[in-house]
């Protein structure tokens, strides 16, 4: 009896042994997890991320009849990781899910089951905001010219230089130390007549220096262009008004466009008798500026004495964005 007794227990121990030893060649590991719904890069396929890691459900097709499995759903499943099972592209770990059910994002950051919410009567909405902001400009561009023509290509430049020499001078005193001063043109071109069946015939030359100046004191503009034009400067290219310190003007636009993209998502909600229940994804579509008020090019001998009046318009700041919404249908 006593040798019978013992081979049983080594047999017993040996069939435990064995099927150890065969839950182990599975590979498999029983875990809870809890994450986001996602498809895969394989048709058909679907993912559980949780924080940036990968769980391949490869019994996906037993749970897509419900009504909440779809993508960017929270959800908590538990299963077995098969170690030993590949995939086509081997995206994330493989998972064998026994049981999932959908959750909501709780008040203290953690998963919690939906609560008040049929996830059935959950309708996704997309609304866009749009705002507009009205800045005043902080910096003036200016281009200014000297023009000189003579019959004699050297006679052309040499009064263009030192009339220029002069307008650069007069400019920099009127403008200050915080202005920006540089040559932005310059050209010596002869002046042809044309007549008909004949070769073109050179009367003249014609020379032009062109400054920029860039000031951020916009009430020296009217001054600026009184003392260049005083000091030889014929021609105005143009002026034209900027905010280069835009971002505070760029985050107001941001923040209304956001505000009326929430506004319409609560309005569509109340209009079917239901709430908001979350934001599920905000795209920027982008901030802009509209063309920079501009004026004319204008010949400076045509004005008048007293200080030139510069009027500074406001410059419009444009705002988009687009918001996804999960609202309850009620």
Same mark, same amino acid.
């Given at each position: 009896?006593?040798? #019978?007794?013992?081979?049983?227990?080594? *047999?017993?121990?040996?069939?435990? *042994?064995?099927?150890?030893? @065969?839950?182990?060649?599975?590979?498999?590991?029983?875990?809870?997890?809890?994450?986001?719904?996602?498809?895969?890069?394989?048709?058909?396929?679907?993912?559980?991320?949780?924080?940036?890691?990968?769980?391949? !459900?490869?019994?996906?097709?037993? *749970?897509?009849?419900?009504?909440?499995?779809?993508?960017?759903?929270?959800?908590?499943?538990?299963?077995?990781?098969?170690?030993?099972?590949?995939?086509?592209?081997?995206?994330?770990?493989?998972?064998?899910?026994?049981?999932?059910?959908? #959750?909501?994002?709780?008040?203290?950051?953690?998963?919690?089951?939906?609560?008040?919410?049929?996830?059935?009567?959950?309708?996704?909405?997309?609304?866009? @905001?749009?705002? !507009?902001?009205?800045?005043? $400009?902080?910096?003036?561009?200016?281009?200014?010219?000297?023009?000189?023509?003579?019959?004699?290509?050297?006679?052309?430049?040499?009064?263009?230089? /030192?009339?220029?020499?002069?307008?650069?001078?007069?400019?920099?005193?009127?403008?200050?130390?915080?202005?920006?001063?540089?040559?932005?043109?310059?050209?010596?071109?002869?002046?042809?007549?044309?007549?008909?069946?004949?070769?073109?015939?050179?009367?003249?030359?014609?020379?032009?220096?062109?400054?920029?100046?860039? #000031?951020?004191?916009?009430?020296?503009?009217?001054?600026?262009?009184?003392?260049?034009?005083?000091?030889?400067?014929?021609?105005?290219?143009?002026?034209? *008004?900027?905010?280069?310190?835009?971002?505070?003007?760029?985050?107001?636009?941001?923040?209304?466009?956001?505000?009326?993209?929430? @506004?319409?998502?609560?309005? !569509?909600?109340?209009?079917?008798?239901?709430?908001?229940?979350?934001?599920?994804?905000?795209?920027?579509?982008? &901030?802009?500026?509209?063309? !920079? $008020?501009?004026?004319?090019?204008?010949?400076?001998? &045509?004005? /008048?004495?007293?200080?030139?009046?510069?009027?500074?318009?406001?410059?419009?700041?444009?705002?988009?964005?687009?918001?996804?919404?999960?609202?309850?249908?009620?």
């Amino acid at each position: 009896m006593r040798k #019978l007794s013992t081979i049983l227990g080594v *047999f017993v121990l040996g069939t435990l *042994f064995m099927a150890q030893q @065969g839950l182990a060649s599975t590979g498999a590991t029983q875990t809870t997890i809890r994450g986001r719904l996602q498809r895969t890069v394989e048709p058909g396929g679907w993912l559980v991320v949780v924080d940036g890691q990968k769980y391949l !459900i490869l019994n996906a097709q037993r *749970f897509q009849r419900e009504s909440w499995f779809k993508e960017a759903v929270e959800v908590e499943a538990s299963g077995d990781t098969k170690s030993d099972v590949m995939t086509t592209y081997m995206e994330g770990t493989p998972f064998e899910v026994r049981s999932m059910r959908p #959750l909501a994002q709780g008040p203290a950051g953690g998963n919690q089951a939906v609560s008040g919410v049929d996830t059935r009567r959950l309708t996704r909405v997309t609304v866009s @905001g749009d705002s !507009i902001v009205q800045a005043q $400009p902080d910096t003036a561009i200016i281009t200014i010219s000297v023009v000189t023509q003579s019959k004699r290509a050297i006679d052309a430049q040499q009064e263009n230089a /030192a009339k220029s020499d002069a307008v650069v001078r007069a400019l920099k005193a009127a403008a200050g130390a915080g202005a920006e001063v540089k040559t932005s043109g310059y050209s010596l071109q002869p002046q042809r007549v044309y007549r008909e069946n004949q070769p073109p015939t050179i009367t003249g030359y014609e020379a032009r220096n062109s400054v920029t100046v860039i #000031l951020n004191d916009l009430t020296k503009v009217g001054a600026v262009i009184d003392a260049t034009a005083q000091a030889g400067a014929n021609d105005i290219a143009g002026i034209s *008004f900027t905010l280069r310190r835009d971002r505070p003007a760029r985050d107001e636009a941001l923040a209304q466009a956001t505000q009326e993209a929430m @506004g319409k998502v609560r309005v !569509i909600a109340q209009a079917l008798g239901g709430r908001l229940v979350r934001i599920v994804e905000v795209q920027e579509e982008g &901030t802009a500026r509209p063309p !920079i $008020p501009m004026y004319e090019r204008t010949d400076v001998r &045509t004005m /008048a004495a007293t200080q030139t009046p510069i009027e500074v318009s406001s410059l419009e700041i444009t705002s988009r964005v687009q918001l996804i919404a999960e609202v309850d249908g009620g």
